[in-house]
Structure formats: structure tokens, C-alpha cells
């Protein structure tokens, strides 16, 4: 008789992910997603644009009150959305 290394499904993928590169564009896509449930419906509302550029979020928010708001947050933000997604995603966030 012989053993099989038997591995989950779950540490298969991950490590299929992390060979092929995609990992990290695959944890920035669902960081962009968790924006509106972790700033919240006023700030989903009004915003715009996000994206991703060299470890910083920049995000386009058109109300000078909801910016100046999430303006004063921004690394309680930029804890809660790396926590979210299990990884060092993002070191800032702009807003603009």
C-alpha cells in the first residue's frame, strides 16, 4: 500500500493562486468590493471612482462632507479593509 497526500481543496486553490500571481489582484478585487459595507451607506452613496495604485486607494467622492468625514477615518478604514480580506492590500487611502 502507498499514501496520498491528501490535500484540501481550500489550500489547493491558495496555492494554485499564489504560483500563477493572481493572489494579490484577486484580494485588491474584493477590497474594492468591501468599500461600501466598511465606509458605509452614506459614503457608498456618494462615491464614484475607486481604485488601487501602488498600495494606495484612491477614491473619488463627490460630497465635501463625506469626504471630509471618511478624510478623518482613513486608518481605521485602511485596518478594517485589510482585515477583511486577510492581507497588507493597501497601506493608504486618498480621497479626492
Known amino acids: 500500500m502507498f499514501r496520498r497526500k491528501v490535500q484540501g481543496i481550500r489550500d489547493l486553490l491558495n496555492k494554485t493562486l499564489r504560483q500563477e500571481g493572481l493572489e494579490t489582484p484577486l484580494k485588491q478585487h474584493r477590497l474594492l468590493e468591501a468599500?461600501?459595507?466598511?465606509?458605509?451607506?452614506?459614503?457608498a452613496r456618494y462615491t464614484t471612482e475607486k481604485f488601487i495604485r501602488n498600495q494606495t486607494l484612491l477614491v473619488k467622492i463627490?460630497?465635501?462632507?463625506?469626504?471630509?468625514?471618511?478624510?478623518?477615518?482613513?486608518?481605521?478604514?485602511?485596518?478594517?479593509?485589510?482585515?477583511?480580506?486577510?492581507?497588507?492590500?493597501?497601506?493608504?487611502?486618498k480621497l479626492y
Open 35 to 43: 468599500w461600501d459595507t466598511v465606509a458605509g451607506p452614506i459614503a
Open 62 to 93: 463627490v460630497n465635501p462632507a463625506a469626504r471630509a468625514d471618511l478624510s478623518m477615518r482613513r486608518t481605521t478604514l485602511v485596518r478594517q479593509l485589510n482585515e477583511l480580506v486577510k492581507g497588507q492590500i493597501i497601506t493608504e487611502i
